[in-house]
Protein backbone atom coordinates (compact mmCIF):
# COMPACT_ATOMS: atom_id res chain seq x y z
CA UNK A 1 0.00 0.00 0.00
CA UNK A 2 1.08 3.85 -0.16
CA UNK A 3 1.68 3.89 4.19
CA UNK A 4 1.61 2.05 6.95
CA UNK A 5 -1.76 1.11 7.68
CA UNK A 6 -2.93 0.17 11.06
CA UNK A 7 -6.49 -0.82 12.59
CA UNK A 8 -8.59 -0.33 14.61
CA UNK A 9 -7.64 3.21 14.85
CA UNK A 10 -9.51 2.88 18.01
CA UNK A 11 -10.43 0.34 20.84
CA UNK A 12 -11.68 0.16 24.02
CA UNK A 13 -11.93 -2.68 26.07
CA UNK A 14 -12.45 -4.08 29.18
CA UNK A 15 -9.67 -4.86 31.68
CA UNK A 16 -8.67 -8.17 31.57
CA UNK A 17 -9.61 -8.84 27.68
CA UNK A 18 -7.20 -9.76 24.85
CA UNK A 19 -7.01 -7.61 21.94
CA UNK A 20 -5.51 -7.78 18.84
CA UNK A 21 -3.98 -5.08 16.85
CA UNK A 22 -3.15 -4.74 13.19
CA UNK A 23 -0.10 -3.30 11.04
CA UNK A 24 0.02 -3.66 7.05
CA UNK A 25 3.59 -2.53 6.24
CA UNK A 26 4.88 -0.62 3.20
CA UNK A 27 4.59 -3.37 0.14
CA UNK A 28 8.17 -4.59 -0.12
CA UNK A 29 9.60 -2.92 3.22
CA UNK A 30 11.23 -5.66 5.34
CA UNK A 31 11.49 -4.34 8.17
CA UNK A 32 8.42 -3.75 10.79
CA UNK A 33 8.45 -2.63 14.75
CA UNK A 34 6.14 -1.80 16.69
CA UNK A 35 5.90 1.10 19.68
CA UNK A 36 4.06 2.27 22.57
CA UNK A 37 3.17 5.73 23.05
CA UNK A 38 2.08 6.87 26.37
CA UNK A 39 -0.06 10.24 27.08
CA UNK A 40 2.73 12.66 27.59
CA UNK A 41 5.75 9.95 27.19
CA UNK A 42 8.20 9.48 24.18
CA UNK A 43 8.00 6.01 22.13
CA UNK A 44 8.81 3.06 23.80
CA UNK A 45 10.07 0.26 21.98
CA UNK A 46 8.03 -2.73 21.73
CA UNK A 47 9.49 -5.36 19.25
CA UNK A 48 11.46 -5.30 16.16
CA UNK A 49 10.98 -8.07 12.80
CA UNK A 50 13.59 -8.07 9.82
CA UNK A 51 12.58 -10.44 7.37
CA UNK A 52 12.60 -14.23 8.38
CA UNK A 53 15.15 -13.64 11.20
CA UNK A 54 14.24 -13.76 14.83
CA UNK A 55 12.26 -11.00 16.40
CA UNK A 56 13.86 -8.56 19.08
CA UNK A 57 11.07 -9.04 21.72
CA UNK A 58 13.62 -6.84 23.97
CA UNK A 59 11.27 -4.10 24.56
CA UNK A 60 8.04 -6.31 25.17
CA UNK A 61 7.15 -5.28 28.85
CA UNK A 62 5.56 -8.56 30.25
CA UNK A 63 4.82 -11.87 28.98
CA UNK A 64 1.52 -10.98 28.05
CA UNK A 65 2.33 -8.65 25.40
CA UNK A 66 2.93 -10.79 22.00
CA UNK A 67 3.36 -10.40 18.43
CA UNK A 68 3.65 -12.19 15.25
CA UNK A 69 4.66 -11.29 11.52
CA UNK A 70 2.93 -13.97 8.91
CA UNK A 71 4.59 -14.30 5.47
CA UNK A 72 7.24 -11.32 5.90
CA UNK A 73 3.96 -8.60 5.92
CA UNK A 74 1.10 -7.93 7.86
CA UNK A 75 2.19 -8.17 12.11
CA UNK A 76 -0.46 -8.67 14.68
CA UNK A 77 0.51 -6.80 18.43
CA UNK A 78 -1.82 -9.17 20.80
CA UNK A 79 -1.49 -8.43 24.47
CA UNK A 80 -3.62 -10.94 26.59
CA UNK A 81 -5.50 -9.94 30.10
CA UNK A 82 -5.27 -6.42 29.46
CA UNK A 83 -4.50 -3.70 32.37
CA UNK A 84 -5.42 -0.30 32.69
CA UNK A 85 -1.75 0.82 32.08
CA UNK A 86 -1.76 -1.12 28.97
CA UNK A 87 -3.79 2.30 27.75
CA UNK A 88 -1.93 4.35 25.13
CA UNK A 89 -1.06 4.51 21.51
CA UNK A 90 0.49 1.42 19.34
CA UNK A 91 2.21 2.66 16.82
CA UNK A 92 3.75 0.57 13.89
CA UNK A 93 6.62 1.59 11.40
CA UNK A 94 8.22 -0.01 8.53
CA UNK A 95 11.39 0.59 7.09
CA UNK A 96 12.80 -0.93 3.52
CA UNK A 97 15.28 -3.19 5.51
CA UNK A 98 17.85 -3.49 8.12
CA UNK A 99 20.04 -1.02 6.70
CA UNK A 100 18.01 1.55 5.76
CA UNK A 101 17.73 4.63 8.28
CA UNK A 102 14.28 6.19 7.68
CA UNK A 103 10.76 4.61 9.42
CA UNK A 104 7.66 5.52 8.19
CA UNK A 105 4.74 5.40 10.48
CA UNK A 106 1.18 4.48 10.82
CA UNK A 107 -1.24 6.32 12.96
CA UNK A 108 -1.58 3.92 15.31
CA UNK A 109 -4.08 2.29 17.57
CA UNK A 110 -5.31 4.15 20.57
CA UNK A 111 -6.51 1.60 23.11
CA UNK A 112 -7.86 2.02 26.23
CA UNK A 113 -8.34 -0.28 29.09
CA UNK A 114 -11.85 0.77 31.56
CA UNK B 1 21.44 0.50 25.55
CA UNK B 2 20.95 4.08 24.01
CA UNK B 3 19.16 7.07 26.47
CA UNK B 4 18.31 9.92 25.03
CA UNK B 5 17.23 13.11 26.73
CA UNK B 6 14.95 15.67 25.08
CA UNK B 7 14.67 19.32 26.37
CA UNK B 8 12.26 21.17 26.53
CA UNK B 9 9.08 19.17 27.22
CA UNK B 10 7.30 22.65 25.82
CA UNK B 11 8.11 25.46 23.81
CA UNK B 12 5.84 28.73 22.94
CA UNK B 13 7.08 31.41 20.29
CA UNK B 14 5.66 33.90 18.67
CA UNK B 15 4.99 33.80 14.22
CA UNK B 16 7.95 34.49 12.43
CA UNK B 17 10.54 33.71 15.63
CA UNK B 18 13.29 30.45 15.51
CA UNK B 19 12.82 27.72 17.64
CA UNK B 20 15.20 25.59 19.10
CA UNK B 21 15.13 21.39 20.63
CA UNK B 22 18.00 19.92 21.91
CA UNK B 23 18.55 16.10 22.70
CA UNK B 24 21.42 14.26 24.33
CA UNK B 25 22.23 10.78 23.41
CA UNK B 26 24.52 8.31 25.26
CA UNK B 27 25.70 5.98 22.84
CA UNK B 28 28.84 6.98 21.18
CA UNK B 29 28.57 4.80 18.72
CA UNK B 30 25.26 5.83 17.20
CA UNK B 31 25.26 6.71 13.81
CA UNK B 32 21.93 8.34 12.46
CA UNK B 33 19.59 10.67 14.19
CA UNK B 34 16.10 11.66 12.74
CA UNK B 35 13.50 14.36 13.69
CA UNK B 36 9.92 13.26 13.71
CA UNK B 37 7.04 15.74 13.77
CA UNK B 38 3.43 14.16 15.22
CA UNK B 39 0.46 16.13 14.83
CA UNK B 40 -2.68 15.69 16.63
CA UNK B 41 -4.19 11.87 15.83
CA UNK B 42 -1.73 10.91 13.51
CA UNK B 43 1.64 9.47 13.33
CA UNK B 44 4.65 11.21 13.55
CA UNK B 45 6.58 12.10 10.24
CA UNK B 46 10.19 12.09 9.82
CA UNK B 47 11.24 15.79 8.89
CA UNK B 48 15.01 15.71 8.69
CA UNK B 49 17.58 13.34 9.35
CA UNK B 50 21.52 13.18 9.61
CA UNK B 51 24.07 10.60 9.58
CA UNK B 52 27.33 10.63 12.05
CA UNK B 53 29.79 11.60 9.15
CA UNK B 54 28.04 15.18 9.17
CA UNK B 55 27.63 18.09 11.40
CA UNK B 56 24.96 19.99 9.89
CA UNK B 57 22.28 19.55 6.87
CA UNK B 58 19.45 22.31 6.32
CA UNK B 59 16.47 21.89 4.43
CA UNK B 60 14.31 24.82 3.78
CA UNK B 61 13.32 26.39 7.43
CA UNK B 62 14.70 23.84 9.13
CA UNK B 63 18.66 22.68 10.08
CA UNK B 64 19.81 19.76 12.43
CA UNK B 65 23.53 20.03 13.71
CA UNK B 66 25.65 17.44 15.52
CA UNK B 67 28.09 16.96 17.90
CA UNK B 68 29.54 14.07 17.98
CA UNK B 69 32.41 15.16 20.40
CA UNK B 70 29.76 16.37 22.91
CA UNK B 71 27.05 13.67 22.15
CA UNK B 72 24.26 16.39 21.37
CA UNK B 73 21.87 17.49 18.29
CA UNK B 74 19.47 20.01 17.96
CA UNK B 75 16.96 21.02 15.18
CA UNK B 76 16.73 24.62 14.06
CA UNK B 77 13.22 26.10 13.12
CA UNK B 78 13.61 29.44 11.45
CA UNK B 79 10.75 31.72 10.49
CA UNK B 80 8.38 29.76 12.47
CA UNK B 81 4.58 29.50 11.01
CA UNK B 82 1.32 28.06 12.86
CA UNK B 83 1.54 25.10 10.81
CA UNK B 84 4.60 24.13 12.63
CA UNK B 85 2.84 23.49 15.49
CA UNK B 86 2.93 20.00 16.98
CA UNK B 87 5.09 17.61 18.85
CA UNK B 88 8.58 17.07 17.65
CA UNK B 89 10.76 13.79 18.65
CA UNK B 90 14.25 13.61 18.56
CA UNK B 91 15.96 9.77 17.79
CA UNK B 92 19.05 7.77 17.68
CA UNK B 93 19.81 4.78 16.41
CA UNK B 94 22.54 3.18 18.34
CA UNK B 95 25.37 1.09 16.98
CA UNK B 96 26.19 -1.51 19.04
CA UNK B 97 24.18 -4.04 18.80
CA UNK B 98 21.07 -2.30 18.73
CA UNK B 99 19.93 -3.56 15.17
CA UNK B 100 18.12 -0.85 13.27
CA UNK B 101 15.68 0.38 15.78
CA UNK B 102 15.69 3.86 17.12
CA UNK B 103 15.42 5.53 20.73
CA UNK B 104 13.37 8.42 21.20
CA UNK B 105 13.12 11.73 23.15
CA UNK B 106 10.19 12.38 25.22
CA UNK B 107 9.00 14.89 22.85
CA UNK B 108 8.52 18.70 22.57
CA UNK B 109 5.17 20.41 22.31
CA UNK B 110 6.02 23.41 20.12
CA UNK B 111 3.40 26.36 19.80
CA UNK B 112 3.43 28.87 17.51
CA UNK B 113 1.29 31.93 18.44
CA UNK B 114 0.04 34.35 16.07
Known amino acids: GAGVSQSPSNKVTEKGKDVELRCDPI?????LYWYRQSLGQGLEFLIY????????KSGLPSDRFSAERTGGSVSTLTIQRTQQEDSAVYLC????????????FGSGTRLTVV | GENVEQHPSTLSVQEGDSAVIKCTYS??????FPWYKQELGKGPQLIID?????GEKKDQRIAVTLNKTAKHFSLHITETQPEDSAVYFC?????????????FGTGTQLKVEL
Open chain 1, 93 to 104: ASSLNRASYGYT
Open chain 1, 27 to 31: SGHTA
Open chain 1, 49 to 56: FQGNSAPD
Open chain 2, 27 to 32: DSASNY
Open chain 2, 50 to 54: IRSNV
Open chain 2, 91 to 103: AARGGTGGGNKLT
